[in-house]
């Protein structure tokens, strides 16, 4: 079975998680992606976030928060581990790239629409975290 391994970021304001809308895709998902070439897990997540978010992460203050696996996003046959972060950032949130929309995702949102690896794994950590309330 094939694994995709990627790096996403954990944002949260007002006791919501920023999930994002990409083009072709029928789930949210994190800001975040895969490594090309060469890169280490913090250059993958630096470079996903200002391509998809338009913003600077400020490195002082990463915080890893988890790996968690499940089913990759409309791909039965596949699986995603995401290696979670979360940080304090420079810029304004603005959709780029790929994305075309931004979401503030509550618990009483509709989790269905959340790709899988962020409705069974992570909404539940952050809950269980406390970062989510």
Do not use: H
């Amino acid at each position: 079975m094939k694994i995709y391994n990627k790096y996403a970021l954990c944002i949260i304001r007002n006791n919501c998680l920023l999930v994002q809308e990409e083009e072709g895709e029928s789930y949210y998902l994190l800001p975040g992606g895969r490594s090309e070439d060469g890169e280490g897990a913090v250059q993958t997540l630096c470079r996903e976030v200002k391509e998809e978010l338009g913003i600077e992460l400020e490195l002082s203050t990463l915080v890893y928060l988890g790996q968690f696996e499940d089913e990759a996003a409309g791909r039965p046959d596949a699986r995603v581990r995401i290696d979670l972060y979360q940080a304090t950032f420079r810029g304004d949130l603005r959709p780029c790239s790929e994305v075309k929309k931004l979401i503030w995702f509550s618990k009483e949102d509709d989790s269905s629409k959340l790709a899988p690896v962020t409705r069974n794994k992570i909404l539940p950590a952050l809950l269980e975290k406390g970062l989510l309330t």
